[in-house]
């Protein structure tokens, strides 16, 4: 268990990074990770080892920082023009691992637009783990896992950050 107070600056966190990828704010997304993040969505359930399984995606800070350079160039045919999303993010979880971590999970909803395509509405619900860091006395994310509800049928391409 962790404190109210606690508990609160993670929603009030997990609000804010759901907001700024919702907004394509990626600069200001960025600077909420760890400089060791590790950013994994695998093809099926989180259990055992990202490096043992198949993965939608399985990256690094660097990958992570390599992926929000590509979005922000304007030439990502993929996000042009962006799609319009909005997440929401609900029953979230959290416990203290101590050393400034804090273990957290939530479920989500994340509603898109494919502007660049059909103009459909598309929907992928799913769960995330996330681990939190105090570095400096403010929330840092040092991982986040997202295990979509679809993840076992394939997906369309990940183009976004989820």
Known sequence: MIAADVHAEVEAFLYREARLADEFQLDEWEALLTEDFHYWVPAGRIVGDPSEQLSYLNDNRTRVATRIRQLKTGKRLSQLPFSPMRRIISNIEA?????????????????????????????????AQYRLRRVEGTLRMSAKWVELVTAEIGQRNLTFLI
């Open 95 to 127: 416990s203290d691992l101590g050393d400034d971590e804090i273990s957290t999970k939530a479920n989500f909803v994340i509603y898109e637009i494919a502007a660049q395509s059909t103009g459909e509405l598309r929907v992928w619900p799913g769960h």
